[in-house]
């Protein structure tokens, strides 16, 4: 069993940066891909990034690479995104998952953090 909860979100003007966090209990997580998503109002939650277990893979939805960075330290059970060059649409719950994939869809994860709200102003 893995427990994600986020942290990091806040407000930011656009062209800003954040850091979220994603501490996850739970013997496994050195074994488990993590993933982050977000939903932003009256959307569907949409993938942003995943990493392997090893941290050696990664994966970015379109609209974020090159401006968001994805990694992980498995001695401190802990998942990061760094977002640089944010933008008003980036603008959503951030959710951090834990799973046996780090693709795309959200049927590759099963354990799901309860969100941290991010918000780009202009």
């Known amino acids: 069993q893995l427990q994600p909860v986020e942290s990091g979100g806040g407000l930011v003007q656009t062209g800003g940066s954040l850091r979220l966090s994603c501490v996850t209990s739970?013997?496994?997580?050195?074994?488990?891909?993590m993933g982050w998503f977000r939903q932003a109002p009256g959307k569907e939650r949409e993938f942003v990034a995943g990493i392997s277990w090893s941290g050696g893979s990664t994966e970015y939805a379109d609209s974020v690479k090159g401006r968001f960075t994805i990694s992980r330290d498995n001695d401190k059970n802990t998942a990061f995104l760094q977002m640089n060059s944010l933008k008003s649409e980036d603008t959503a719950v951030y959710y951090c998952?834990?799973?046996?994939?780090?693709?795309?869809?959200?049927?590759?994860?099963?354990?799901w953090g309860q969100g941290t709200q991010v918000t780009v102003s202009s």
């Open positions: 739970g013997r496994a997580f050195s074994s488990a891909a």
């Open positions: 998952a834990a799973g046996w994939s780090y693709k795309r869809s959200t049927g590759d994860y099963a354990f």
